[in-house]
């Protein structure tokens, strides 16, 4: 074949070598609008745990002013980083937790439709489809708005990465209020992680850890006819069991298939 085409995605040639073209750096998503979304998620952990916000909406206001330098100097980075997420978020929270973990891998069935037995249960079907679809709807959302850069885990990871910099660079007397807020790092920790790379490849699947010591990790392919999970947990918590969480998922599933099946 001729030369490699630059502009092309991906284009092999004789050796079979491959190019792919650079992806576009991720914005720096705005601090205002990350501070709106993460108050809104912030309610929701405060009225599950009944605990008061006014210190949460507190710290947010006044970081909305504070965190103007920290917002320029992640800005500056961005600029002179391929990626400036991979500066933040591998090392702290991918990379923080170095534990032994059992996997177990589960792929999903198709099971058949099940009728329904009463009116009550058509009803009750119909109120969960619609549940499901306004949640699916707002995950949808939320995903659009991680792939495109505009999240606000990573924005907030690296923001407050470079306070506790700030701090130890004596650039600031001590760690602005958001970070130490308790909802802070309720809202950051991820007992779930999940994602998928899918690959064609015969009896292989990606695999990962949790991100916390009392979570689950949770890798998927997506296949024709079934879907692989690689599910994991670490052996020294107590809190969890991998064999478990596949059994929920594998439950979760099963719900879901009859939930569609009924509902259409």
């Known amino acids: 074949m001729g030369a490699v085409n630059k502009e092309a995605l991906s284009i092999g040639n004789a050796k079979g070598d491959w190019y792919e073209a650079p992806l576009p750096k991720p ?34 206001q006044k970081f909305a002013s504070q965190g103007s330098s920290i917002q320029r100097r992640l800005e500056q980075i961005a600029e002179n980083e391929p990626n400036w997420i991979n500066c933040f978020w591998l090392p702290e929270m ?16 198709i099971f058949p439709q099940q009728a ?21 709807e707002r995950q949808a959302a ?31 007397d001590q760690p602005p209020e958001l970070f130490t807020d308790p909802l802070f790092d309720e809202l950051m920790r991820f007992p779930l992680s999940t994602s998928q790379v ?6 292989t699947f990606l695999c990962y850890g ?7 990790g949770s890798a998927y392919n997506l296949q ?24 929920a998922i594998r439950q979760s599933l099963i719900d879901m298939r009859e939930l569609l099946a009924e509902s259409s």
Not at 94 to 109: D, E, F, G, I, Q
Not at 210 to 216: L, S
């Open 116 to 136: 329904f037995k009463t009116r009550k249960d058509q009803i009750e079907c119909k109120v969960k489809r619609e549940k499901f679809d306004v949640a699916v």
């Open 27 to 60: 914005p720096v998503p705005d601090l205002q609008s990350t501070l709106s979304k993460y108050l809104d998620y912030a309610k929701v952990i405060a009225i599950a745990k009944r605990v008061p916000i006014a210190n949460t909406e507190r710290a947010v």
């Open 224 to 247: 024709n006819d079934h879907i692989i999970f690689a599910v994991s947990a670490f052996k020294r918590c107590a809190k969890t069991s991998a064999y478990a969480f596949k059994e």
């Open 142 to 172: 939320v995903t659009r708005e991680n792939i495109t850069g505009h999240g606000i885990d990573n924005h907030l990871c690296a923001l407050s990465t470079l306070a506790r910099e700030a701090v130890a660079d004596g650039k600031i």
């Open 94 to 109: 991918y990379l923080s937790v170095r534990l032994a973990l059992p996997v177990n891998t589960n792929p999903a069935y």
């Open 210 to 216: 949790p991100v916390v010591p009392d979570g689950y």
């Open 198 to 203: 899918t690959t064609t490849v015969a009896d």
